[in-house]
């Protein structure tokens, strides 16, 4: 294809043919899906000049708001439902009885208080009300996954995380617990509340202009790795939450839906407890973890 | 749609029902478009986590190395290809007969030194071969178009633009010149040199992992406005460049491509010389203008 002979209706195949001797064959498969979606976009909506424009304006503003705290890309592709469509892609490819994987999203961090079974996960007073989740962890073929090392985060009793609130050494409802040897955990900690997605920036004047919430329903992150497993990364979802049927960041799966209830079995009958039982996955399987990491791409935990 | 129930294949659908209270009717098409495009994209190509993190990561370089005076996502824009779809699906939205236009490219600038008819378009000695490019221009009925005001900007005897390699304030090889009352303008200046666009970004990571050589062909930049008619942005291409069928911008088209002649009715005829007639659209149409256009963008001209 030479250039000067381009036309409207070859310029698709000009710029593949360009692209022809990329090395890398799964790079040159994904930048050639890439650029012919691309230009079927432009084509299908016939874009503007000036709408082309708005579009570099909006994506260059986008790359600006990434910073050390804060992943506006990522927002944006849990927004467009990008990450959950990549996220239940992966689930798929490695299902093997696993429990259903949930987005990361853009407040886990790696260095949480490490806590006792039982043990409160704030590290102060707190209003709200507090409850207990329990539970057992074990294998695809039910056998206790002994000693599992359980990463938990959460909103508090405002629907704000630490990160959004806090110093970034202040740490609070978050916390690291080990299953026993017989899989069994319990933890205390409050029921979440829902929280908007960071709204202040290029992401936020979209979701505004698209007449959304912004709103994520109420959840509690669990991180879940043992040895010799797979390591799950998943949410719990608060099942009467107002908005359990329309989270902004499409995270929120079925099976992951709980609420809390008296429960004579579990370790606090005096708490309202959720009793939830993880299945570990098998190790060659790939992580799954799909959402805003940000200890992939910024150099320290995400807040705004 | 209710986001509990979502799964790989109706995650589209969750996303373009909760985008359905956009206002503007315009905004909803084009971001349907684009979700239904960048989901069929994920899934044609099974997009992996990890290669999903890894367009994270690119887009959030794009963005960081945007500034003042470098546009990353226009040039990202403008090696996919996607820039001149959406300038040639604008050249054929307002076909009226006007000159075929071109890129606009990363090096306009808005404040170029004046020029009479005829002078030379350098601040300062040079060597390279100095040529003339003379013509008449005109409206699409065939009259006249008296006066028009022509800014010219192109590359040295290197291949290097003026911002490539001086201080902003030191301005070279670009100018603005009247045409005179018939419609006649004439030029001097030098024989442009191709040039590689800047590849010391993530847009140059790309290049090189395709495998593309990064040319432009040696060309001429026109803009050329008149009151009452449609502002014309073009470009004059040499044949002769080693690049004139391999663009990597995809800018060349067929009618802009020109080359130096022994001309005995050049007004300088001994010099290589161009004749170039240009016909300017109606002003109804949109401006076509489509590329590196820093002015809209940043606040000052663009360089590297």
């Not at 886990?108 to 209003?127: K, M, S, V």
């Amino acid at each position: 294809m030479i250039t000067q002979a381009i036309d409207e209706h070859t310029i698709t195949d000009a710029a593949l043919d360009q692209m022809s001797t990329t090395k890398d064959a799964r790079l040159k498969e994904i930048l050639d899906s890439a650029v012919r979606h691309l230009h079927a976009f432009a084509r299908e909506v016939d874009l503007k000049p000036e709408e082309w424009l708005e579009g570099i304006k909006f994506l260059t503003a986008v790359g600006h708001w990434c910073s050390e705290y804060r992943q506006e890309f990522i927002l944006l592709s849990d927004t467009l439902g990008l990450s959950a469509l990549v996220d239940l892609m992966n689930d798929r490819r490695i299902s093997d009885g696993g429990t259903t994987s949930s987005l990361l999203g853009p407040f886990y961090r790696t260095d949480a208080p490490q806590y006792e079974l039982g043990q409160f996960i704030g590290t102060h007073e707190h209003g709200g009300t507090e409850i207990c989740i329990y539970g057992r962890i074990t294998d695809v073929d039910g056998h206790a996954v002994p000693n599992a090392k359980i990463e938990i985060w959460q909103t508090d009793e405002e629907g704000v995380y630490d990160l959004q609130k806090n110093r970034p050494e202040d740490m609070d409802m978050r916390g690291v617990y080990h299953a026993d040897a017989e899989g069994n955990y319990c933890i205390r900690t409050l029921r979440p509340l829902g929280y908007l997605i960071p709204l202040d920036g290029p992401v936020g004047d979209m979701i505004r202009a698209q007449g959304r919430h912004g709103f994520r329903p109420a959840h509690v992150h669990f991180m879940i790795g043992a040895p010799g497993h797979r390591e799950l990364v998943t949410a719990l979802y608060m099942g009467n939450d107002d908005h359990i049927d329309s989270d902004t960041v499409f995270g929120v799966r079925g099976p992951l839906i709980t609420e809390t209830k008296q429960d004579p079995s579990s370790p606090f009958p005096n708490l309202p407890s959720v009793r939830f039982d993880y299945t570990l996955g098998r190790a060659e399987g790939m992580s799954g973890r799909v959402g805003a990491d940000p200890s992939q791409i910024t150099s320290k935990a995400v807040s705004h």
